[in-house]
């Protein structure tokens, strides 16, 4: 393994243990703690720092490894396995997009946002399959209520913080190199 190899496994893995340790934080807030989406950051951070790939498996193992140590979320089929495939998905077109597109704040946030919808495309996708593509059991409003209306409050953490932090880490390496 190179060095960067190394330094991205390392640093994947600190971002899966942020990933697995938040949500007790933000479950302390009953009202708003689920709807911060807590997960979602160090997922998004892992594509953006470490690459499309490293973030693909973060995403895709943290709600899978909570679930089977704290039982959360919960029921493991199909809430779990919807977000494991979300956040993969936010993990690798975050840290994909960002490689490929010019290293300048607008096209920072076309990747977020391209993510972030990208994972909830794919979370409501994978949604339907659970029930058994049945329409009626996920419905149009159920997909709403849990892509965007729910996240509402993460949604807007997650653009207001991935930018800055994103930014913060690249000038720091620039700085340092």
């Known amino acids: 393994m190179k060095k960067t190899s190394i330094q991205k496994l390392s640093l994947s893995a ?9 949500p007790f934080l933000t479950g302390q807030i009953p009202q708003i703690g689920a709807k911060l989406c807590p997960m979602h ?4 951070l892992c594509g953006y720092l ?12 943290a709600p899978l490894l909570r679930c089977f140590i704290v039982g959360m979320p919960a029921p493991l089929f199909p809430k779990a396995i919807a ?16 490689r490929l597109l010019p290293k300048k704040r607008v096209y920072l946030y076309l990747s977020l946002v391209t993510a972030m919808l990208s994972g909830r495309l794919v979370w409501g996708f994978v949604q339907l399959c659970c029930v058994g593509l049945d ?3 996920f419905t149009l ?3 709403w209520a849990g892509a965007v209306v729910n ?12 930018p ?9 390496k620039r700085k340092n190199s």
């Open 135 to 137: 329409v009626t059991r």
């Open 83 to 98: 977000m494991a495939f979300e956040l993969a998905t936010y993990g690798f077109v975050s840290g994909t997009l960002h």
């Open 164 to 172: 800055v932090l994103v930014s913060a880490v690249e000038r720091y």
């Open 41 to 44: 950051l160090p997922v998004l």
């Open 50 to 61: 470490c690459s499309g790939p490293w973030g693909l498996a973060t995403g895709f193992i």
């Open 141 to 143: 409003s159920a997909f």
């Open 14 to 22: 600190m971002l899966l243990a942020v990933a697995f340790v938040l």
């Open 151 to 162: 996240a509402l409050p993460g949604i807007i953490v997650q653009l207001i913080l991935i």
